[in-house]
């Protein structure tokens, strides 16, 4: 079956260091986006992708990189890691198509100290 | 701005019927899309509107009035599984979606 996959799921880092989180996916859709989930707040799109060699920023990029070598995967890298981003990171895909539906990865649940 | 406005929490009992607004204010609009997401886990897809109308699928049902920049997310039968949180969020004229902050629906007994 294709699937979505995060990974970690859990991470504890420390404040300066540069940490990486993976997306993978099976679909072979061309659409990625990362999204955070923080109390109180709706998703709130980082970065995304409509297919290789594309990236784009979201409405919070700062501290937030993206590349996209292949369909498969788009790593997140948080260049150095603030408290401030402490929160959940989902990973999303969409084939393009109408009505373009979203659907997430399991989340990858990241604590910066 | 771009705003989606959702009730904070909701509380129903088991086997009764709830119903979750939504407005919205986007810059252009491309469908609304609500998704179910349990405590832990990731958005589940529910149910998309585009036109103005009822989408029934089951249990849930989704309405939209593109006038009224509103929509609801209609439960019927509820279940103790049915709790959850539940979002909505609305695809722009630039295909992105703007996301409320969600409604955290309690069933009891």
């Known amino acids: 079956d294709a699937e979505i996959t995060q990974s970690p799921r859990h991470k504890i880092t420390e404040t300066g260091r540069q940490v990486t989180l993976a997306c993978h996916q099976t679909?072979?859709?061309?659409?990625m986006f990362w999204y955070r989930q923080d109390l109180g707040h709706g998703l709130r799109l980082i970065h995304y992708s409509y297919g290789v060699q594309d990236t784009n920023k979201g409405e919070v990029s700062d501290g937030y990189s993206v590349s996209r070598s292949n369909t498969e995967d788009l790593p997140l890298t948080l260049e150095s890691a603030a408290s401030s981003q402490t929160s959940v990171y989902f990973c999303?895909?969409?084939?393009?198509?109408?009505?373009?539906?979203?659907?997430f990865g399991p989340g990858t649940r990241l604590t910066v100290l | 701005g771009q705003n989606i406005d959702q009730p904070t929490e909701m509380t129903a009992t088991e086997g009764a019927i709830v119903q979750i607004n939504c407005t919205y204010q986007?810059?252009?609009?491309?469908?609304l899309f609500w998704y179910q997401q349990h405590a832990g886990e990731a958005p589940t897809f529910l149910s998309y509107n585009v036109l103005d109308g009822l989408e029934e699928k089951g249990r849930f049902s989704s309405f939209l009035s593109r006038s009224k920049g509103y929509s609801y997310l209609l439960l019927k039968e509820l279940q103790m599984k049915d709790s959850a949180s539940y979002l909505c969020a609305c695809m722009d004229s630039n295909y992105q979606l703007i996301w409320g902050a969600g409604t955290k629906l309690i069933i009891k007994p």
């Open positions: 999303a895909i969409s084939s393009g198509r109408d009505p373009d539906t979203q659907y």
């Open positions: 986007t810059s252009g609009f491309n469908g």
């Open positions: 679909w072979n859709h061309n659409n």
